[in-house]
C-alpha cells in the first residue's frame, strides 16, 4: 500500500476504465464548437439538471468566476459565505475579474440563511455597491462537507427574486449533496440561474468543470471562457472522462461518506481531538489538542503512510475519495486507536 492520500479529493488518479473511455474519445476543435465529446458532456449536465446548456471548462475556479463576471458589471456586489471558495481561495478574481465588492456574512457551516441574504442588501443608494449576486456553496468546503437544507435555498432565491438578484452554486461537490441527502439534481436546475459541478474532486475526473444554465447565459459565459483563456480544443479527451464519472462515480459517493463517518467516529473517541464538524458527506474537519498539535498529529500520521491536510492553527482536515478503500480505511482506523 503506498501513500494513503486523505488531503483532498482532488488527489484521485484516472482508473484504467477511466483512461480507456479517454484514450478512445471523439474529438474535434471545441472553440468552433466541434468537439462531440465536450458537447455531449456539457449537454449530459444540463439535462441532469433540467438547465438548458452546458460550458466545459478547466477548472471550478473558472467556471465560478466567469458566472461572476456574466451575472455583474464593475461596482456590483455579490453576496457568500465569510468562508466561501470564491472568496476564500480563488485569488481575489472576484475583484480581479469582474472589479466586484462582496459582502460576506457568517453562516453556518458556509450555509446562509435567507434572513442573511436580506439583512445584507443594500439600499438602490449612489453611495452604495448594487446587491447584484448571491453564491452558496454546497457542498461548503470550510463547513466541512455541510449540506444545505433545500428549504433554506428556496427561501434565500425568494429574496433574490424580489431584489432582482441571481443565484449562483459554487457546485464543486453537489453530487455528494445530492447522494447524501437523497435529492434530485433537478430541484437544482429550478433555483439556481448559474451551477458549477466539478468533475475532479469526489467524481475523480483528472481535471474538468462544467457551468450550466440558460442558453443566453452560456453563450455570454463563452465569450467570457476565451477572454480568460479557457478556450480549449480537442479537450473531448478530457470530457470523455467527466462522462465516465457522471455514468459510475455518483452512486459509488455514498461509500465516501460511509469511510468518513467511520474515521470520524474513531476520531470521536480519542482524548486528543476536540470538535469535529459534523460529517454529513466525505470530508472530515476535527479540531486536535492536548498530546498532539494539528502539524504534530500529521507528522504523526505521515510516518505510518497517511497523509492529510491542516485547515487552520488547531484544524486537521481529512477527504474521502474513490482512491480509498475498505482495506485502507481499517489501516487508517488501527492507526488512530494506536496514537
Ligand atoms: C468548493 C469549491 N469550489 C471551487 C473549487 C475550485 O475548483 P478548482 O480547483 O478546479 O479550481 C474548489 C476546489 O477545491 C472547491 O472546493
Given amino acids: 500500500m503506498g501513500i494513503i492520500d ?5 488527489v484521485t488518479q484516472p482508473t484504467p476504465d477511466m483512461l480507456s473511455a479517454m484514450m478512445y474519445a471523439k474529438v474535434g476543435d471545441d472553440v468552433f464548437g466541434e468537439d462531440p465529446t465536450i458537447n455531449e458532456l456539457e449537454a449530459m449536465c444540463a439535462s441532469m439538471f433540467g438547465m438548458e446548456a452546458g ?5 471550478g475556479t473558472m467556471t465560478n468566476q466567469i458566472a461572476i463576471k ?5 461596482g456590483d456586489e455579490v453576496i ?3 468562508v466561501s ?3 476564500q481561495y480563488e485569488g481575489g478574481g472576484i475583484a480581479f475579474n469582474s472589479g466586484c465588492s462582496v459582502s460576506l456574512l457568517q453562516g453556518d457551516r458556509g450555509r446562509l440563511k435567507a434572513h442573511h441574504v436580506k439583512e445584507a442588501i443594500n439600499a438602490d443608494d449612489i453611495h452604495k455597491p448594487s446587491s447584484k449576486l448571491v453564491s452558496l456553496e454546497n457542498t ?3 463547513g466541512g462537507g455541510s449540506c444545505y437544507d433545500f428549504e433554506d435555498i428556496i427561501q434565500i432565491k425568494e429574496v433574490c427574486l424580489q431584489n432582482n438578484m441571481a443565484l449562483h452554486l459554487d457546485g464543486a461537490r453537489i453530487l455528494n449533496a445530492i447522494v447524501a441527502k437523497n435529492e434530485n439534481p433537478k430541484q437544482y436546475g429550478e433555483v439556481f440561474d448559474s451551477i458549477s459541478i ?10 474538468g468543470s462544467v457551468l450550466i444554465g440558460t442558453i443566453p447565459f452560456i453563450k455570454k459565459a463563452k465569450r467570457v471562457r476565451k477572454v480568460f483563456g479557457g478556450g480549449m480544443r480537442q479537450a473531448g479527451y478530457l470530457a470523455a472522462a467527466g462522462i465516465y464519472a457522471l455514468e459510475n462515480n455518483v452512486e459509488r459517493l455514498s461509500i465516501d461518506h460511509k469511510h468518513a463517518q467511520t474515521i470520524s467516529k474513531t476520531l470521536a473517541l480519542k482524548e486528543f481531538v476536540g470538535e469535529i464538524l459534523p460529517v454529513e458527506t466525505n470530508i472530515i474537519i476535527a479540531e486536535i489538542k492536548g498530546k498532539f498539535t494539528p502539524t504534530t498529529f500529521q ?6 503512510g497517511i497523509a492529510l491536510m491542516l485547515m487552520s492553527p488547531t484544524q486537521i482536515r481529512m477527504v474521502l475519495h474513490l482512491g480509498i478503500d475498505e482495506q485502507m480505511v481499517d489501516k487508517i482506523i488501527k492507526l488512530i486507536n494506536s496514537l
Fill in 6 to 10: 486523505l488531503r483532498s479529493d482532488t
Fill in 55 to 59: 460550458l466545459f471548462c478547466p477548472s
Fill in 70 to 74: 456574466v451575472h455583474t458589471q464593475p
Fill in 80 to 82: 457568500c459565505d465569510r
Fill in 85 to 87: 471558495h470564491i472568496y
Fill in 140 to 142: 461548503s468546503n470550510r
Fill in 198 to 207: 466539478c468533475l475532479s474532486k469526489g467524481l475523480g475526473t483528472p481535471v
Fill in 299 to 304: 507528522q504523526a500520521m505521515r510516518e505510518e
